[in-house]
């Protein structure tokens, strides 16, 4: 047995030995031969991380045969050269198996051209490391056309390492062959000593935070309104997880276990790192938004919650995509096109919900802007009335009449608005018409309005003024300008009524009289009358035309 293995790896290293002194042009014209659209490559060997899962699944089934796919030589052309590759296979099981490591499934490159960052050559990947005699050494794969396909398979560089490793190393490891329970490919020890190592790793950093917690808790006179403390609250449970995570990884590379349950679990706790990290974002969301909804309601800018509101459910949905896309990638499913067909759907549901997406926009609009708040009476257009809210979508506003309009913010932020909440004072100018009397009358009376602005105290100092303006066909027309200085509507009515009733009291006491309208007619002479009848002033009345 002994004699055939070393039969096996003298053709190997010949038919390396070979292929290394190829003329490089005879390959290039390999290489550039154009050849039709293939089928996909039957054993996946497409990209580094598809190559190394289907080594991996080989490995798990005890399929030499197939893992011997994997590797970079002629299996199809000489069933000797077969039969050591399938050597090989065992080979870095067994290496793997006893320390070697694979790189995490994440970190694999799920391209066809692999990582150009890596300053490798761009036919190599880094696919992990093996452990031999020499130390440690890398594990390599290649890129290489088979049969019209680009496949990725175990390099000559790492086949050489394995057959200078197969001597010593190989031989004196621990095998991992089955011995008593075998579960999917690896020893059911393997898969418990894995699994334990998880479940306390967690435990340990769950203890820890729930101690840290209940320290700083103590530590804080009113935990629930401190931020430190909600924020320790919001990030620990999330965090302690994430740790326990990249704790698992580091302590199972260093374990001498079955390299299928080692890479098996490294793969979904790459997931569950993600899905930490992911519960981290969410926590720390909403307690960022409870925050500022918080100061919003301290401030009475209860219009801006809804626009927290939304930016966190925004949040919350971009996060629970990415962990949906980590958690299939995790499983191997590919993403990249269903990406793909979200974008252009995305692209196709904007343009069919234009009109929801400029109300959102008006929205954060009128919310930035902020040219009214919920309780201002204002006017929208044609519209007068109290701002009972300021939604994600439409402003209602309560009319006069007790009735409710509303209108959808994209439309509401671009009309014209007048806040009437926003006065600092109120405009006093009414027009105030007395009888035809003399000038003198005229002056005193002007004199009159001008004392009783000037001596109130709710009235601005800043040029308050009764002016005769115009000689009316019923009254002299007195105009009053001046500004009541308070900030409430109803307040200000009483003022008005105040000045209105004082004007009115001083202009009687001075036997001036406040005009309406009058009307005086002229009556035609009738026959046999000496002269035309003529009437007195007299309230305006219906003429008769006939």
């Not at 198996?97 to 300053?119: H, M, V, Y």
């Not at 769950?206 to 840290?212: M, P």
């Not at 006179?221 to 580091?250: K, Q, W």
């Not at 409430?488 to 105040?498: G, H, K, L, N």
Request: proline content about 5%; hydrophobic content about 45%.
């Amino acid at each position: 047995m002994i004699v055939l293995s070393s039969l096996r790896c003298f053709l190997l290293a010949l038919w390396l030995a070979t292929l290394a002194v190829t003329p490089a042009s005879a390959q290039e014209a390999e290489s550039n031969t154009s050849a039709p659209a293939v089928a996909p490559d039957p054993f996946g060997r497409e990209t580094p991380r598809s190559a190394v899962s289907g080594l991996i699944d080989a490995l798990a089934k005890r399929d030499y045969n197939r893992a011997a796919n994997y590797f970079d030589l002629p299996v199809q052309d000489d069933p000797q050269v077969k039969d050591g590759a399938s050597e090989l296979a065992r080979r870095l099981q067994t290496l793997l198996d006893s320390g070697g490591t694979l790189l995490p499934f994440a970190r694999l490159s799920n391209e066809p051209a692999g990582r150009i960052d890596d300053d490798l050559p761009v036919d190599r990947e880094l696919a992990g490391d093996l452990k031999g005699s020499g130390g440690e050494a890398p594990l390599l794969l290649t890129q290489r056309s088979v049969d019209g396909r680009s496949v990725w398979r175990i390099s000559h560089e790492t086949i050489r390492e394995l057959m200078v490793a197969s001597a010593t190393t190989a031989a004196s490891a621990p095998s991992k062959d089955i011995v008593g329970i075998d579960v999917a490919g690896a020893p059911a020890e393997d898969w418990a000593l894995l699994i334990g190592l998880a479940a306390l790793s967690f435990v340990v950093l769950r203890l820890l935070a729930a101690a840290t917690l209940a320290v700083v808790r103590r530590g804080i006179s009113d935990p629930d309104a401190n931020g430190v403390y909600r924020f320790v609250h919001a990030a620990l449970p999330p965090l302690s997880l994430f740790i326990a995570v990249m704790a698992f990884y580091t302590w199972a590379e260093r374990l001498q276990v079955a390299i299928v349950a080692r890479q098996t679990l490294l793969r979904y706790a790459g997931g569950v790192a993600a899905i930490a990290l992911v519960w981290f974002c969410l926590r720390l969301v909403d307690a960022v938004a409870d925050v500022a909804i918080a100061r919003m309601h301290r401030r009475a800018r209860r219009q801006a919650v809804s626009v927290v509101t939304l930016l966190r459910r925004a949040a919350k949905i971009l996060l629970l995509v990415f962990s949906i896309v980590a958690v299939l990638d995790t499983f191997g499913i590919d993403v990249t096109t269903g990406i793909a067909a979200l974008g252009i759907g995305g692209i196709a549901l904007a343009l069919g919900a234009q009109k929801t997406v400029e109300n959102l926009v008006g929205s954060v609009t009128v919310i930035a802007d902020r040219p009214v708040q919920v309780g201002d009476f204002c006017r929208v257009g044609d519209v007068v009335g109290t701002v009972e809210d300021v939604g994600i979508r439409s402003t209602r506003i309560r009319t006069n009449d007790r009735t409710i309009v509303t209108i959808p913010n994209g439309d509401f932020s671009s009309r014209q608005i007048e806040n009437y909440a926003k006065r600092d004072r109120f405009l006093f100018a009414p027009k105030i018409g007395i009888e035809y009397t003399s000038p003198a009358k005229v002056r005193e009376a002007v004199s009159i309005i001008e004392d009783v602005l000037l001596s109130h105290e709710k009235v601005s100092n800043d040029g308050p003024r009764a002016r005769f303006t115009d000689f009316g066909e019923s009254a002299l027309e007195i105009e009053v300008f001046s500004y009541i200085t308070v900030t409430d509507f109803a307040e200000s009515t009483t003022v008005r009524q105040e000045l209105l009733l004082s004007i009115y009291e001083r202009l009687s006491a001075a036997e001036i009289g406040i005009a309406f309208p009058t009307r005086t007619l002229f009556l035609a002479r009738n026959p046999g009358d000496d002269q035309p009848r003529r009437s007195g002033a007299e309230p305006a009345a219906p003429a008769d035309d006939s």
